[in-house]
């Protein structure tokens, strides 16, 4: 009986079982379902991109804008979510059709990062170079590009020695190579070289950059990327409903500080020591009146107690606003972008002014599985005219000088002294710059039959056109009418420049077991040209005409032209290797020819190899040390070259800038001759960079602390440079391969989450560089080169002068020394023989670059608020210190700083010379500077999405920033610490407004 009831249940539980499979099979081959949801982040950000698979098919969907998805899939199905630098999920398909997911992870081991000719993955790479994304560019409201990087990215210096609006920066990746040709690092715009102003840009085009730094990550560029490459990449289109943006900022900008000059008693006081002191003056010589210190123009104002500002002429408050609109959007077949922008700029000198307009177009269409075809087209209108006025002149001019005559003109001498003129004088002068820029790149990739295979075609073309029109009319010291002469002067200058570039790769991908391989194959031409053409003329009947007019000039009328061509031919090889994922190695060939050397030497070899370790994932570390994520071990070697030189130093060269008058009456004729380095030189051939770079990438903590640590050697050989030769030969310089120079340095990048809460986190970003250069040899005899400044050992940019050790005082023998006096400035008896001779006593005093620079950056955020802050340093830079130069500042006569300590038998305890100090070694006076900026300051407001929505927006942004509030510095006399130059274009501190909208 139990044994009966036992095979009766037992049966049952068959039938059940049978009963529950095959209910669960007809489940299965149901209809699919209609799946939807959202994924965020572990913020509650929504996540736009995001991949949504069916696990075991190809079928798929992406995120839109607003984190929201919808995938059609069987009940029984498993759908994989993931996103790049998030851990993927996989979560089985819910009977209510309703799936919203949280993404979490690590977003730094698996960041993809844009490298030469492609894309990796950050931690497959075997080279140097730094990511700039979002969040960095966001840090700067600015709307200069290189504004944004300054401080930020180890070994790349950003120096803007002039702060005006729009105007160039120079850039430095690693210091400098090269002793006259240029060091200026290669740009990459969508992948087609860039070779126009990158203030041409608009930051909020730009999606991401990448700094390629050792040679292995910017070998693929050849003799291009010598000095590093910069490869920006804009904006495109993303799939999802189209998206409309508009950013805006408006703001106030005025100088970050001016020049604490003297004021009126102050500056009388001074022309007094000054007369006394150099002149022996005494009593009512000494009176502003009666005497002689000031000028009869300066005494007449002082009696009428008429005093000027002067720095208030030329500085001003000045209004930025910048706007852009743009759309975005796509299928899975056609993705576009569109973009158009307008800043106007003024400039907080007076006449000073940028006004840009920025039209930018991408689309990326897909017509089938193999056919991929994109374009994208950028075009630049940009104006900043205006004569601006003479910034040394205003800060040095005498308080009591005359700024306007009875008439309302500017007085052309304020202090009847015509080296330090009216700051104003010409600013009535009209003055007109344009210049448009074109860039149009395109790409088409072709996927071929055989598996991994793929042909990639890169095309660009880009144009660019100048025209500067001047004219001075009479109402300017330029073009004033005399007597003798008819007033009025004009200039036009009209420039042009188009290069194209067209490039074959050739791209094979596979990945067999634990090996994987990417081999890529290059062929790449490029050809530049510019020209130009100029006219100027003096005299004309009317101002009315302006510069249209120039032909009707009455005198010197001068025509001029120009035109300079170049082409480059290129062939490339690379293979990487990864094994199991731990072991890296690239290999890189490149053969470049370029036109600008002789047909000796055209085409050069360049080699690399670089190999990585990902230690962290091997057995004795992985797992066992809890709080190691990430740590790859990278090192690399190879060599660049370098063209960057004028073209046509192959060739002799004609001059014929000198006109001859044959016989009394005979008319000017213009010669050709064979100057003294117009000897071409037909052996000429590549400054060669060899570069070793080892690297260390580490994330510990669960990615709380993460970084980079690298370390370089580069030696630059077959330096370009002008040789100097025995006169004898008919010339006395040609250009020639010779000298040696070497970089090393270190680079530390580090990036911390300091706290992570559920509604505040706080992060920062250390950056460190440290570069060393120096001249290894010049021209093989082992011999500097004073007239230049190059020293063999030493610094490539240095001062080399006598050395101001102090001051003399009374009871001193300063007779030893010429020109020596009681306060005078005391130099340095470098050989010791009781002598001061140029050949003798002249020294090193310090190099003009950096002992290292660095910057701290911390970023809040609190629920929907957030805030920024950015500080960056300079130290150990030496300049030369203006202020300790008396006589070179004030000439005896003019202005000088409030507070100055200078020497007089009353105080001799003064750390500045004496006015009685003339300077007959005509030596300079140097410092050691260091300054930190705090470069920005931003408070912003997020407003919740379900707000936003509320008045029809899908998001709302609201920011307040000022950049540039102060810098620290053991010096404070100038207007631009990145200048040398007490009296540049002064650094502008702005506070801007932003307002962000997506609809």
Known sequence: MIKELHIKLKSWLMMIVVLLMATN????????????????????????????????????????????????????????????????????????????????????????????????????????????????????????????????????????????????????????????????????????????????????????????????????????????????????????????????????????????????????RFQQDISRLRLGHT????????????????????????????????????????????????????????????????????????????????????????????????????????????????????????????????????????????????????????????????????????????LRSNFGYNYRSGFTGTYYGRDTFEGIETANQVGGSASINNSHYNDYTFENLLKYEREIGDHRFDVTGLFSMQQTKSWGTSQSGKGFVTDDTEYFMIGSAERLVTNGSSLSETAMLSYMGRINYAYKGKYMLTLTGRTDGASVFGVNNKYAFFPVAAAAWHIGEESFLKNKVSWLDMLKIRLSYGANGNQAITPYRTLDRLYSSVKYIWGDAGQAVTTAYLAGDGIGNPNLKWETTYSTNLGIDFQLFKNRLSGTIDAYISRTKDLLMIRTVPIMNGYNRIWDNVGETQNKGFEVTLNSVNVKGRDFTWSSTGVFSLNRDK????????????????????????????????????????????????????????????????????????????????????????????????????????????????????????????????????????????????????????????????????FGYRVPQNVAKKIGLSGIDINASVNNLHTFSNIRQVLNYDNTWMASFPTARSYMFGLNVNF
């Open 283 to 454: 009593g009512e010589l000494l009176d502003p009146i009666a005497g002689e210190i000031i000028s009869i123009t300066e005494r007449q104002n002082y009696a009428n107690g008429i005093t000027n500002n002067w720095q208030d002429y030329i500085f001003r408050r000045a209004v930025t606003t910048d706007h852009q609109l743009s759309v975005s959007g796509g299928t899975e077949t056609t993705k576009y972008m569109a973009s158009l922008a307008a800043l106007q700029q003024d400039g907080v000198v007076y006449n000073s002014r940028l006004s840009r307009l920025n039209m930018t177009t991408n689309l990326d269409q897909t017509f089938n599985k193999w056919l991929t075809i994109g374009v994208g087209m950028q075009y630049t209108r940009k104006s900043d005219g205006g004569v601006t006025p003479n910034i040394e002149h205003a800060i040095k001019q005498s308080p009591y000088g005359a700024y306007k005559d009875a008439n309302g003109r500017y007085v052309p001498e304020p202090m009847e002294y015509a080296l330090i003129a009216n700051p104003m004088r010409n600013v009535n002068a009209v003055q007109d710059s344009y210049s448009n820029n074109f860039f149009l790149s395109g790409y088409t990739n072709i996927l071929l039959p055989l598996k991994g295979l793929s």
């Open 25 to 268: 099979y007809s489940y299965s081959q149901q209809d699919p379902i209609r799946v939807k949801g959202k994924v965020t982040d572990e913020k509650g950000e929504v996540l736009v991109g995001v991949s949504v698979i069916i696990k075991g098919t190809k079928t798929g969907t992406l995120t839109d804008v607003d984190g929201n998805y919808t995938i059609q899939a069987a009940p029984a199905a498993t759908l994989v979510f993931s996103y790049i630098g998030f851990d993927p999920q996989e979560i089985k398909v819910s009977p209510t059709g309703t799936i919203n997911v949280k993404m979490s992870g690590d977003k730094t081991l698996d960041q993809v990062v844009v490298v030469g000719y492609g894309t990796a993955k950050k931690k497959d790479l075997t080279g140097g170079l730094a990511v700039v994304g979002k969040e960095q560019l966001s840090m700067m409201s600015t709307s200069n590009l290189m504004d944004r990087l300054v401080g930020q990215v180890a070994g790349f210096s950003i120096t803007t020695g002039n702060a005006a609006p729009g105007a160039a920066q120079t850039l430095l990746i690693r210091g400098e190579n090269s002793i006259s040709a240029s060091n200026n690092p290669l740009i990459i715009l969508d992948g087609i070289p860039y070779s126009g102003s990158l203030a041409d840009i608009d930051p909020n085009n730009v999606e991401n950059l990448s700094i390629l730094k050792d040679a292995s990550a910017v070998a693929i560029y050849g003799s291009r990327g010598s000095n590093g490459v910069i490869l920006i990449q804009t904006k495109r289109g993303a799939l999802g409903k189209a998206t409309v943006t508009y950013r805006g900022q408006i703001g106030m900008a005025e100088p970050m500080q001016t020049i604490d000059v003297m004021g009126p008693n102050e500056y009388i």
């Open 775 to 938: 001249i290894v040899e010049l021209r093989g005899d082992g011999l500097d080169d004073i007239a230049n400044n190059w020293y063999i050992g030493k610094p490539l940019r240095v001062f080399y002068d006598f050395n101001v050790i102090g001051l003399w005082q009374a009871n001193e023998n300063y007779t030893v020394q010429p020109g020596g006096v009681p306060g005078g400035a005391k130099v340095e008896d470098v050989n010791g023989d009781g002598k001061y001779t140029a050949t003798g006593d002249r020294k090193i005093i310090g190099s003009k670059n950096p002992r290292y620079t660095a910057s701290f950056a911390n970023r809040f955020s609190y629920k929907n608020f957030y805030a920024s802050a950015l500080v960056t340093g300079v130290f150990g830079v030496w300049r030369d210190d203006h202020m300790a130069n008396m006589g070179a500042w004030t000439f005896g006569i003019t202005n000088y700083v409030h507070n100055a300590n200078y020497w007089t038998p009353e105080n001799p305890g003064g750390t500045i010379v004496s006015p009685a100090y003339l300077n007959t070694l005509q030596h300079g006076f140097y410092k050691k500077v260091n300054y930190v900026q705090v470069r920005n300051i931003t």
